[in-house]
């Protein structure tokens, strides 16, 4: 399961697609609709929000309007009704580690989308998450 910090747009439509499924999974785990993945390291982050379920809801609104506007036809009908949600910090650090990953899954899967960002520096966080300084996160298993 990755659940990505990176904001969507950077996704090739095999990602977003990826995205969208396990992001749904992490749903139905936060809503205990499911034994599994429990205690994957990728949900803490949401598990310490003060409100898990409107933030999950918050973070898939950001990757259902990504896909809308790529033409995508997700089902919204599947997020769960949320309050508006505090943001979520990420680190820097984590943003980069990330990013590599993405750029070396895109170099092989999708070499246009590749060559497309490769030049970015800095790359956008996901609507939900705003960037502090830090170094890789400590749920991110690398």
């Given at each position: 399961?990755?659940?990505?910090?990176?904001?969507?747009?950077?996704?090739?439509?095999?990602?977003?697609?990826?995205?969208?499924?396990?992001?749904?999974?992490?749903q139905?785990?936060?809503?205990?609709?499911?034994?599994?993945?429990?205690?994957?390291?990728?949900?803490?982050?949401?598990?310490?929000?003060?409100?898990?379920?409107?933030?999950?809801?918050?973070?898939?609104?950001?990757?259902?309007?990504?896909?809308?506007?790529?033409?995508?036809?997700?089902?919204?009908?599947?997020?769960?009704?949320?309050?508006?949600?505090?943001?979520?910090?990420?680190t820097?650090?984590?943003?980069?580690?990330?990013?590599?990953?993405?750029?070396?899954?895109?170099?092989?899967?999708?070499?246009?989308?590749?060559?497309?960002?490769?030049?970015?520096?800095?790359?956008?966080?996901?609507?939900?998450?705003?960037v502090?300084?830090?170094?890789?996160?400590?749920?991110?298993?690398?």
């Amino acid at each position: 399961m990755r659940l990505w910090s990176l904001h969507p747009r950077y996704l090739d439509p095999q990602g977003m697609v990826a995205l969208w499924r396990e992001t749904l999974l992490a749903q139905a785990v936060l809503r205990e609709q499911t034994r599994g993945y429990r205690n994957h390291p990728q949900l803490d982050r949401f598990k310490a929000h003060p409100a898990p379920l409107d933030a999950m809801s918050a973070y898939l609104q950001a990757i259902h309007a990504e896909a809308t506007a790529r033409g995508y036809h997700f089902d919204a009908s599947k997020i769960r009704p949320g309050a508006p949600a505090a943001p979520m910090t990420v680190t820097a650090g984590q943003m980069t580690y990330e990013w590599a990953h993405l750029m070396a899954k895109l170099q092989t899967r999708n070499p246009a989308l590749h060559e497309r960002w490769r030049a970015t520096t800095a790359p956008e966080a996901h609507p939900l998450l705003t960037v502090h300084p830090g170094d890789l996160e400590p749920w991110e298993r690398p």
